[in-house]
């Protein structure tokens, strides 16, 4: 049956408002920090930022176990079901009392590595003020708003807090020494975030705590543990190339120049981002595949010369930003710009448009083949004596395009899904 042409362009504002509520959001936790990193390069020095580097990396790893592919699991669960408020309750339960347990894990395990680890072992209370952090972020129910479609409620109030607690960390961070005050400055914009969220569900969206049986916390575990597993894989071509260099270049400069190319590249796949995150629930319900390809023919153009003026002036960019000394990182950042180039229509190729077709499953596999792929790639750098930050840049560069083909072949495959009236 076809959409009635006025609910189609209702549906389609919906989906524009909470793109760019969900862009705001989402990215401003991006460029928030982004905009300190100049001030932070200059105060801390390229060896003490590396150092907040590699913890940014570690944690990459917790959220991820935090999270575990709720972010996906829940928003779909919580579209299907919007209209019914007390089921909503028992998702938004269930899924924080699953957080909670695995902060609860995830402290102990880091409190072991620090122990086992020396080259952590100086730095543990920095790691684990870095750690909670990471689960207070990992306790906001963007899930929910991404589900129910109503990003713009929460939004302004998130953005200035974060803005705040942006602005104290210029004023606070005068030398070195002080770089826990980073993640301490983090915990508390981050609490009070969470706050007014948890405020706002009870008061004006009837969404509270509830009673739970603990199958449907089991229930909600193990329908997030598929997205789990590719997320997890995801972040073998990420963070842990940062790990490695901390390992194997520790106490060097090295390190800061590929923190910082790195969150250059992170920053820029967060922009893009919620685009295809807030596609997701839309396309769930609605299948628009023309959709698709016109946001990828408006954008593509934009990004693609972007990346080259980058590429080009990367040098003096990264001096003039950054300061001096730190223009060194460009050959990194260059061999990790395809990355920006494939990211957009990968996410959108992703769980956007295989799980409108009925083939999520692959979305997995792909990031589970540009891992095993990564992982095959190390191995020959580190045995041919090649490893160094530039070729791990280079490797993530070629994971994240590999990812992409594999979609864009399944999808050719399975092209009859394409169209609606099949299967109806």
């Given at each position: 049956?076809?959409?009635?042409?006025?609910?189609?362009?209702?549906?389609?504002?919906?989906?524009?408002?909470?793109?760019?509520?969900?862009?705001?959001?989402?990215?401003?936790?991006?460029?928030?920090?982004?905009?300190?990193?100049?001030?932070?390069?200059?105060?801390?020095?390229?060896?003490?930022?590396?150092?907040?580097?590699?913890?940014?990396?570690?944690?990459?790893?917790?959220?991820?176990?935090?999270?575990?592919?709720?972010?996906?699991?829940?928003?779909?669960?919580?579209?299907?079901?919007?209209?019914?408020?007390?089921?909503?309750?028992?998702?938004?339960?269930?899924?924080?009392?699953?957080?909670?347990?695995?902060?609860?894990?995830?402290?102990?395990?880091?409190?072991?590595?620090?122990?086992?680890?020396?080259?952590?072992?100086?730095?543990?209370?920095?790691?684990?003020?870095?750690?909670?952090?990471?689960?207070?972020?990992?306790?906001?129910?963007?899930?929910?708003?991404?589900?129910?479609?109503?990003?713009?409620?929460?939004?302004?109030?998130?953005?200035?807090?974060?803005?705040?607690?942006?602005?104290?960390?210029?004023?606070?961070?005068?030398?070195?020494?002080?770089?826990?005050?980073?993640?301490?400055?983090?915990?508390?914009?981050?609490?009070?975030?969470?706050?007014?969220?948890?405020?706002?569900?009870?008061?004006?969206?009837?969404?509270?705590?509830?009673?739970?049986?603990?199958?449907d916390v089991w229930n909600n575990f193990r329908r997030s543990?598929?997205?789990?597993?590719?997320?997890?894989?995801?972040?073998?071509?990420?963070?842990?190339?940062?790990?490695?260099?901390?390992?194997?270049?520790?106490?060097?400069?090295?390190?800061?120049?590929?923190?910082?190319?790195?969150?250059?590249?992170?920053?820029?796949?967060?922009?893009?981002?919620?685009?295809?995150?807030?596609?997701?629930?839309?396309?769930?319900?609605?299948?628009?595949?023309?959709?698709?390809?016109?946001?990828?023919?408006?954008?593509?153009?934009?990004?693609?010369?972007?990346?080259?003026?980058?590429?080009?002036?990367?040098?003096?960019?990264?001096?003039?930003?950054?300061?001096?000394?730190?223009?060194?990182?460009?050959?990194?950042?260059?061999?990790?710009?395809?990355?920006?180039?494939?990211?957009?229509?990968?996410?959108?190729?992703?769980?956007?448009?295989?799980?409108?077709?009925?083939?999520?499953?692959?979305?997995?596999?792909?990031?589970?083949?540009?891992?095993?792929?990564?992982?095959?790639?190390?191995?020959?750098?580190?045995?041919?004596?090649?490893?160094?930050?530039?070729?791990?840049?280079?490797?993530?560069?070629?994971?994240?395009?590999?990812?992409?083909?594999?979609?864009?072949?399944?999808?050719?495959?399975?092209?009859?899904?394409?169209?609606?009236?099949?299967?109806?």
């Amino acid at each position: 049956m076809k959409l009635n042409k006025h609910a189609l362009h209702s549906k389609k504002g919906v989906l524009l408002k909470n793109t760019i509520m969900l862009y705001i959001m989402q990215f401003s936790t991006y460029f928030l920090s982004f905009i300190v990193v100049p001030y932070e390069t200059r105060v801390l020095g390229a060896t003490v930022y590396g150092k907040v580097g590699v913890a940014t990396a570690i944690m990459v790893y917790f959220q991820l176990v935090i999270d575990f592919g709720f972010i996906l699991s829940a928003t779909e669960e919580v579209s299907l079901h919007r209209d019914d408020k007390q089921r909503v309750s028992r998702i938004f339960t269930s899924v924080t009392i699953n957080k909670i347990l695995l902060t609860i894990g995830s402290i102990v395990v880091l409190a072991v590595l620090c122990q086992a680890m020396p080259s952590w072992r100086e730095d543990r209370t920095f790691y684990m003020l870095f750690l909670v952090a990471t689960a207070v972020n990992s306790m906001m129910p963007d899930y929910l708003y991404r589900g129910l479609e109503q990003m713009e409620t929460i939004t302004v109030r998130a953005v200035v807090i974060k803005a705040f607690f942006t602005v104290m960390i210029v004023l606070l961070l005068k030398k070195p020494e002080q770089y826990c005050l980073i993640p301490i400055l983090n915990i508390i914009g981050y609490a009070a975030t969470l706050l007014f969220v948890y405020a706002h569900l009870s008061r004006k969206l009837d969404i509270h705590f509830t009673r739970v049986h603990a199958k449907d916390v089991w229930n909600n575990f193990r329908r997030s543990s598929t997205f789990f597993y590719s997320r997890i894989a995801t972040s073998i071509y990420t963070a842990s190339n940062t790990v490695i260099l901390s390992i194997i270049a520790a106490g060097t400069s090295t390190v800061g120049y590929y923190s910082l190319s790195d969150k250059l590249v992170t920053t820029a796949k967060s922009g893009l981002s919620p685009i295809s995150d807030s596609m997701y629930p839309y396309m769930t319900k609605n299948k628009d595949f023309k959709l698709v390809w016109k946001i990828l023919k408006i954008f593509m153009p934009i990004i693609v010369i972007g990346c080259a003026v980058v590429a080009v002036f990367a040098r003096p960019l990264l001096t003039i930003v950054f300061g001096a000394g730190y223009g060194d990182a460009a050959p990194v950042l260059r061999a990790m710009l395809p990355v920006v180039i494939v990211i957009l229509p990968s996410y959108i190729l992703g769980f956007p448009t295989l799980s409108a077709m009925g083939l999520s499953k692959y979305a997995n596999y792909s990031v589970v083949f540009g891992s095993a792929l990564h992982v095959f790639n190390l191995l020959v750098l580190y045995f041919t004596g090649h490893m160094n930050m530039v070729t791990l840049g280079a490797l993530v560069s070629i994971a994240e395009c590999a990812i992409l083909a594999f979609r864009i072949v399944v999808i050719w495959r399975h092209r009859d899904l394409l169209n609606p009236s099949k299967g109806a």
